[in-house]
């Protein structure tokens, strides 16, 4: 595609349930990013994959968050035993290269999730 | 990490110079200032980016003192559909823990 897409657009669910929310990054870039939005706020980071090497989860709140990228291009965040302060926008971003380079982030739509 | 602090929101009239400033007291040496723009709705999308000195695009241009403390994003000329949340982002020299967007500055653009 295009751009980075995102999967699904809203999520509805129950607290105590898991979610999974997907990230289709733009084809060609290593770099991949999750961010949460809450209502109203700037963009948290949570998780960031670069090529082959160790995801930095430094932003993930809690052992409830977890992340993984297969082969280098999709990415799927899962959420276990969701709380209602988890309802915000997860925004994915990709770009050509890592941090280090410097590289324009491009965001995808995010996915709204509400916990009720 | 650098901190970054922006006005929380910003007026301007349709056709009007638009300046935003963010201060990064704290910045490292090795550090890119870049500009994003969210809409409602949507993911932000890049602006601008720059080191030091000026960077000019079709779309805005940033200034960066010598200090590199502040950085100042201006829109020529802007229209209602620049309405829109502005956020300025400092990194991309250590981890991407760093790449943490503040809340922004919501500049509405009147009539």
């Known amino acids: 595609g295009a751009g980075v897409s995102q999967s699904p657009s809203n999520k509805v669910t129950e607290k105590g349930k898991d979610v999974e929310l997907r990230c289709d990054p733009i084809s060609g870039h290593t770099a991949l990013y999750w961010y949460r939005q809450s209502l109203g706020q700037g963009l948290e980071f949570l998780i960031y994959?670069?090529?082959?090497?160790?995801?930095?989860k430094s932003g993930l709140p809690s052992d409830r968050f977890s992340a993984e990228r297969t082969g280098g291009s999709v990415s799927t965040l899962t959420i276990q035993r969701t709380q209602q302060e988890d309802s915000a926008v997860y925004l994915c971003a990709s770009s050509l290269e890592g941090v280090m380079t410097y590289n324009e982030q491009f965001f995808g739509p995010g996915t709204r999730l509400t916990v009720l | 990490l650098a901190k970054t602090t922006q006005p929380i929101s910003m007026d301007s009239y349709e056709g009007q110079e638009v300046n935003i400033t963010c201060s990064h007291n704290?910045?490292?040496?090795?550090?890119?200032i870049t500009w994003y723009q969210q809409f409602p709705s949507q993911g932000p999308r890049f602006i601008i980016q720059g080191y030091k000195t000026k960077v000019t695009n079709e779309v805005a241009s940033l200034f960066i003192p010598a200090d590199r403390k502040s950085s100042t994003l201006s829109l020529p000329r802007v229209s209602l559909s620049d309405t829109a949340v502005y956020y300025c982002?400092?990194?991309?020299?250590?981890?991407?823990?760093?790449?943490?967007f503040g809340s922004g500055t919501q500049l509405t653009v009147l009539p």
């Open positions: 704290n910045i490292a040496t090795n550090d890119y």
């Open positions: 994959f670069q090529g082959n090497s160790a995801p930095d």
């Open positions: 982002l400092v990194g991309g020299s250590g981890s991407a823990r760093q790449l943490t």
